[in-house]
C-alpha cells in the first residue's frame, strides 16, 4: 500500500463521485478506479457500494476513511514541522509520557516552557515507558515522563516525587464514603487491571506488586488498554481499579476515589533522557521540570 492509494481513496470518499474526485486529483478516471479496486484488493475487502447512486462507503469505508485521514493529517503536520525545522525558524523537543505525568506535572511544565521558549515546537507523545526508552535511544524523544522506570545504561533516569495510590471504585459502591481502603481489603473485590504491555501507565507488573504486597492475590474482572478506560470500566461497576492519586484531581461521572491506607503504597514520578544530552532546549526544560517538581506541595 502505498501513499498515493490513501489521498486517492479520501478524495473519492469525500467527494463520493469518481468523476470529481478525478478532477481534483488531475487524473483520468480511469486509473483512479484501478488504483481503489487495487487497494481493496490488497486490504480484502470491499470499501465503496459501487452499485448504489450516489456512491457511498461501506462500513468499513468509512471506518478507513476516518483513519486514513488522520493519518495523512499526521503526515502533513510532520512535513510542515520538519521543515519550519529546517529552515531554522524553530527547535524543536520531542516529550514522551505516561499519561498520569498529564494530572500534576506535565501542564505547569509546558506552560513555563512555553512562555520562556515560544518559538520551541513541542513534540508530545503518549507511550508506554518500554516505547519511550526505545524512542530515547533512537532520538525520536528527547525525554520521557515514566513510571514506575525504566533501565538502560545509556539513559539518565531522575525521580521528581512520590505519588500515593487511591482506590477508584464506582460513586454507589458501599465503600465510596470511607477515608481510606487497606490493601488487604480488596481481596475478594474484582479488579480492573491495566497496563504491561497492554497499556500506557503503569506497567501491571507494577500493580500486581502492590497488590502482592499487601497480601492479595487480585481477583481480575477485566482488564484494560489504558488507565483512563479503566476507569471507564469502574464507572460501568466492572470492579475496582489502584491508581495514582492525582487521576482523583479530575472529576470522573460514576466514579470515586479513596486513599489507599498506610502503609500507603507511592509510585514515583520519573524523567528520563539520555547520558550524554547536551541540547540548551533540553538542559531548560529539565531545570524547568525540575524546578517545578520541587515547588509542589505536600501530596494533597
Not at 97 to 121: C, D, I, K, Q
Amino acid at each position: 500500500m502505498e501513499l498515493r492509494h490513501l489521498r486517492y481513496f479520501l478524495a473519492v470518499a469525500e467527494e463520493l463521485n469518481f468523476s470529481r474526485a478525478a478532477l481534483r486529483l488531475h487524473i483520468a478516471q480511469p486509473p483512479l478506479s484501478q488504483q481503489i479496486r487495487q487497494l481493496e484488493e490488497e486490504l480484502g475487502l470491499q470499501l465503496l457500494e459501487r452499485g448504489s447512486r450516489p456512491l457511498r462507503l461501506t462500513e468499513a469505508g468509512q471506518f478507513f476513511k476516518t483513519e486514513a485521514a488522520t493519518l495523512i493529517a499526521q503526515l502533513e503536520q510532520a512535513v510542515a514541522g520538519a521543515r519550519r525545522i529546517g529552515r531554522g525558524e524553530v527547535g524543536w523537543i520531542g516529550i514522551g509520557y505516561v499519561g498520569s505525568a498529564m494530572n500534576l506535572l506535565l501542564p505547569p511544565v509546558l506552560r513555563r516552557f512555553h512562555t520562556e521558549h515560544p518559538g520551541v515546537e513541542v513534540l508530545l507523545y503518549e507511550m508506554l515507558p518500554f516505547e519511550q526508552q526505545a524512542a530515547l535511544l533512537d532520538r525520536r524523544v528527547h525525554v520521557g515522563f515514566v513510571r514506575p522506570g525504566i533501565d538502560h545504561a545509556d539513559l539518565t533516569e531522575e525521580s521528581l516525587y512520590e505519588e500515593p495510590m487511591s482506590i477508584a471504585l464506582p460513586s454507589d459502591h458501599r465503600w465510596a464514603g470511607r477515608c481510606e481502603i487497606a490493601i488487604a481489603e480488596l481481596a475478594d473485590e474484582p479488579v480492573v487491571l491495566y497496563g504491561g504491555g497492554m497499556a500506557r501507565g503503569i506497567d501491571n507488573s507494577f500493580l500486581l506488586s502492590v497488590f502482592r504486597a499487601g497480601g492479595v492475590e487480585p481477583k481480575v474482572a477485566v482488564q484494560s488498554q489504558y488507565a483512563e478506560s479503566a476507569l471507564g470500566l469502574v464507572a460501568a461497576g466492572m470492579g475496582l481499579a489502584l491508581t495514582a492519586a492525582g487521576f482523583g484531581r479530575v472529576p470522573r461521572a460514576g466514579v470515586s476515589f479513596v486513599p489507599a491506607a498506610a502503609p500507603s503504597p507511592s509510585i514515583p514520578m520519573k524523567i528520563a533522557y539520555r547520558a550524554t544530552e547536551r541540547s540548551p532546549v533540553v538542559l531548560a526544560f529539565l531545570n524547568i521540570t525540575r524546578e517545578i517538581a520541587a515547588g509542589l506541595p505536600p501530596w494533597l
